[in-house]
């Protein structure tokens, strides 16, 4: 009750009671007091309910305005004396409203007035859940006063219903401290929850935690209004609590042994009371409300004011007496007093006890967890205490489950995921107690960005799926018709990819884009002669359908690291168990193969690598080997065959200008590693010396110095037959003699022999020093006039 | 009450010699919640005794009238007056009804107003 006098009791029912208001609050360190004269209407009025909390209302309709944030005082007073004083407030007693906190104030233009509406300390309360910096666990007792130290508030009520239970973890935020859009009002009535209390402001500004509270006033018809006077049916009395959570499928009871008819008080889905300790609570809250009764009521009084929120009364009705509790008061305060009482009871409930339990440990082994904070569902399968215990079957339905997880923080909107039939199937139980052997659990939650995540949790020692199209065994082999994991795509006897990105080049595409621009760069070659144009694309950098030198620049920068390549390749990857010769392949965009793996080898349209060897896949002997052998690295080609004790051939073949031999290709004898070597020599380093289609047979001036070259080429015909002659030039070559010796010249059917000598006077003078011809190894007949040379070449070193 | 000749002061001006008549009202202001209650008893809230004091003037002078005019059209008086309850004088703020002169003749210091009536309304409750 609110603090109030006798006289103030006595008056305030009274025909010709005079009435006062006096607000008083502070602006600019100055106290101002508002009167009759200053206001036209207040309206004190709280809403609350067993089980929660309250936050009081104060309207006024005034002349004054009051600043928002001003905490102001009311007290309402009834005349009481008739005295001839100074101030003619010490001829009333008032009643204490308390004191709250301007909220809103709108100015109303047509009366000149000030419509305010403020609201008691609770305000305080209506504002996000944040961190407490407490450690789990803690009493509930010392959780509450956390709560008040950070809204800036007191706790008045040091002994409580389950202060002393710990509460194990922090319920109302996110595991890394994260909002769950919580206020600490809506934790206050959680806490109202869990200790059978209402929870609210009192007198003094502190947090009281309030239980009903007998005051043996009784108010009769006198009270009352001739109208608007209803009493209901009554509640109670209540002879079972049930903590229910799980969108009530899971249910706990007190007392133990059930009453032949259950009146129950159901607390469900409180967020402290949502884990596996409710047992922790239940007794506490059971031994507050059992036998908990009242009237719902509505009621309009003359006048009553001094009842505050958990008040119990009486009314008098003749001979008819109905028990109220105060949930719900309304005082309207204007030049008369109207006081409106209501009083609802909670919604009934009816509990399937068949499926409830007295603890959470229980033998169904399945329960199913709706954690509004978490916004998740999770069906746990739990061990029991008593071993061998076999649960057949237990089906749950959590269709009104959609709607808790729609009530979450977050929108769960998509979590349509139903959960029609649940069953949990708990053949043994093991002896170790309340190990959980299995979880499911449907979670919503948000993400960092504030973007809605579902998550769908099944956490099981076995897990076994069967249907037509996957299964899933206990051992954990999966089988299915199709599928699609990250991008890769099953179907049938097929297994394929799009494969899209940066092109990663390698040196190799840089050599082969320097010589797709070496070979177009020539008259007489191109680089489609060596290249598909799926291939050159990709050499080509900048897209400007040429591979040039500036393409090889590029690609060698990649290499290097120096720039990051942006050109993008596309294709696609197959894996094809229908397609023996191609069961592994990669396309390019132009859906043309560009490697291609299956029984019968690889097939690939380019291949780089550093050593490429070729023998037989099945040679296990030293004694007895062929290879042919790639050496990128130098380069080299090396052919070698090798028969023990009989034959070491090795061929190897490398390019123009490598080390100390020029364009060799080399016969090399394994046993003496002294064989002969043999030049190749290309066009590219050929000069002609001499050149007369006609021909001579006189001397010859070469249009360079012999010695500037290793070897030339003469080129000789006589009547009609052509020759050639290589001669290797030495140091020794000038000064001596050049033969042009032919065999097995056949002119009028006989084999004749040719024999022209030059002689090389200076290193552009080839002199015809001698001439002569015979026929069968017979004797020389000197001719000079023979075998006219036409054309001489030489090749550089 | 009108006990001596100064019993009634208005604006400072002693109404005792220009009245004929006083007639006081204590009436009562009743709230809205005034009413019977489910015994059957007339409740109610008591907003206040609001005086009211009806002044009946006698033929008054020219000049006499050219005195208390301008506080008979003022919009609020400060009227002084002995109240029988509180058992002394009691000074309250008042606004007035109408009133109307009638002449009868020219009017000057010989020939006179016909006398009327004014009310004078208490503001706030008699505390």
């Known amino acids: 009750m609110r603090q109030h006098t006798s006289a103030f009791k006595n008056k305030i029912k009274e025909h010709g009671r005079e009435l006062d208001s006096v607000i008083t609050f502070t602006s600019n360190n100055e106290t101002i007091i508002l009167g009759n004269e200053d206001l036209n209407m207040i309206t004190p009025q709280f809403i609350g309910s067993i089980l929660k909390s309250v936050m009081r209302e104060l309207t006024i309709d005034s002349n004054v305005e009051i600043p928002k944030n001003t905490i102001l005082n009311y007290k309402l007073g009834v005349k009481v004396r008739n005295d001839e004083v100074v101030d003619y407030r010490d001829n009333y007693d008032y009643v204490d409203f308390g004191n709250y906190i301007v909220k809103e104030v709108n100015e109303l233009v047509d009366t000149h007035s000030y419509e305010i509406k403020c609201y008691d300390k609770m305000l305080l309360a209506m504002k996000d859940y944040e961190s407490l910096n407490v450690t789990y666990p803690i009493s509930v007792k010392n959780y509450l006063t956390a709560i008040c130290t950070k809204l800036g508030l007191t706790l008045a009520t040091q002994s409580f219903v389950n202060d002393s239970v710990t509460i194990k973890r922090e319920h109302f935020l996110t595991d890394d401290n994260k909002t769950l859009g919580y206020t600490y009002r809506d934790v206050l009535d959680e806490i109202a929850g869990a200790t059978a209390s209402t929870i609210c402001i009192n007198e003094d500004d502190e947090v009281e935690v309030r239980y009903i509270t007998e005051t043996n006033e009784t108010f009769d018809e006198e009270y009352l209004k001739d109208i608007d006077v209803k009493f209901k049916e009554e509640y109670g009395p209540v002879n079972t609590i049930v903590l229910s959570r799980s969108a009530e499928t899971d249910n706990i009871y007190r007392p133990t042994t059930l009453p032949a008819n259950p009146i129950e008080l159901k607390i469900k889905d409180n967020d402290l009371l949502n884990d596996d300790d409710r047992v922790d609570y239940i007794d506490g809250i059971y031994n507050k409300l059992n036998g908990l009764r009242y009237y719902s009521n509505d009621i309009r009084s003359t006048g009553i004011c001094y009842l505050d929120v958990c008040d119990r009364y009486t009314i008098q009705i003749g001979s008819d007496t109905y028990s109220c509790v105060m949930f719900e008061d309304s005082i309207d305060v204007t030049t008369g007093l109207v006081e409106n009482i209501t009083t609802d009871i909670p919604e009934s409930s009816v509990t399937d006890y068949t499926k409830a339990d007295k603890t959470d440990r229980s033998i169904n082994q399945a329960t199913l967890i709706v954690d509004k904070q978490q916004a998740s569902i999770t069906l746990a399968v739990n061990t029991a205490n008593d071993a061998k215990t076999t649960a057949e079957g237990v089906a749950t339905t959590a269709n009104t489950a959609l709607s808790t997880a729609e009530s979450a923080s977050s929108t769960a ?70 599928g699609n994991i990250a991008g890769f795509d099953m179907t049938g006897t097929k297994f394929s990819k799009d494969v899209s990105g940066k092109y990663d080049y390698l040196s190799y595409d840089m050599f082969r884009a320097l010589d797709c621009y070496l070979r177009d760069s020539s008259s007489s070659t191109s680089s489609s002669q060596i290249m598909d144009t799926g291939s050159k694309k990709l050499l080509d950098t900048d897209n400007d359908n040429k591979v040039e030198l500036l393409d090889t620049q590029k690609i060698l920068n990649y290499v290097i690291g120096q720039a990051t390549p942006t050109k993008t390749a596309t294709g696609k990857f197959y894996i094809n168990s229908d397609n023996p010769r191609k069961c592994v392949q990669v396309v390019n965009s132009d859906n043309i193969p560009a490697v291609s793996l299956g029984v019968n080898g690889v097939d690939a349209t380019n291949v780089g690598c550093t050593t490429l060897s070729c023998t037989d896949i099945n040679a296990n002997s030293l004694s007895s080997y062929s290879i042919l052998t790639m050496y ?149 007949n000197a001719d000079k006039t023979l075998c006219s040379v036409y054309r001489i070449e030489g090749w550089k070193k | 009450m009108f006990i001596d000749k100064n019993s009634i002061i208005i604006n400072g001006v002693s109404m005792g010699q220009y009245i004929v008549q006083a007639q006081y009202q204590y009436n009562k202001l009743w709230a809205e919640d005034s009413g019977r209650n489910l015994a059957g008893v007339q409740t109610g809230t008591l907003i206040g005794i609001f005086p009211k004091i009806i002044l009946q003037f006698r033929r008054l002078t020219k000049s006499e009238l050219q005195i208390i005019a301008p506080i008979l059209d003022s919009p609020s008086q400060s009227v002084t007056y002995f109240d029988p309850n509180k058992q002394q004088y009691v000074t309250m703020e008042t606004y007035t009804g109408d009133y109307e002169i009638v002449n009868k003749n020219i009017v000057n210091e010989n020939m006179k107003n016909e006398g009327f009536q004014i009310s004078f309304i208490a503001k706030r409750k008699r505390a």
């Open chain 1, 413 to 482: 909107q998509s979590a349509q995921t139903t959960a029609n039939t649940a069953n949990a199937t708990a053949n043994t139980a093991n002896t170790n107690a309340n190990t959980a052997i299995g979880q499911l659990s449907l979670k919503i939650d948000k993400g960092d960005t504030g973007e809605v995540v579902s998550a769908f949790n099944l956490n099981s020692n076995q897990v076994t799926i069967s249907s037509d199209n996957f299964s899933l065994t206990s051992a954990g082999r999966i089988t299915a018709k199709s």
């Open chain 1, 632 to 780: 990128g690295k130098l380069p080299e080609l090396e052919l070698h065959k090798y028969i023990q004790n009989s034959t070491d051939q090795i061929l190897r073949i490398r390019p123009q200008g490598f080390a100390t031999n020029y364009g060799m290709l080399k016969r090399y004898n394994k046993t003496d590693y002294t064989g002969t070597s043999y030049d190749i020599w290309d066009d590219s380093i050929k000069t002609t010396l001499y050149n007369n289609a006609s021909g001579t047979t006189g001397n010859i001036t070469l249009s360079s110095a012999i010695t500037n070259f290793s070897y030339i080429k003469i080129y000789f015909k006589q009547a009609g037959f052509y020759g050639s002659k290589i001669v290797m030039v030495d140091s020794g070559l000038v000064g001596n003699n050049i033969v042009l010796h032919t065999e097995n010249y056949y002119e009028n059917a006989s084999c004749q022999e040719i024999n022209q000598t030059y002689k090389v006077t200076n290193g552009t003078t080839l002199s015809k020093t001698y001439g002569g011809w015979r026929i069968q190894a017979t004797g020389w």
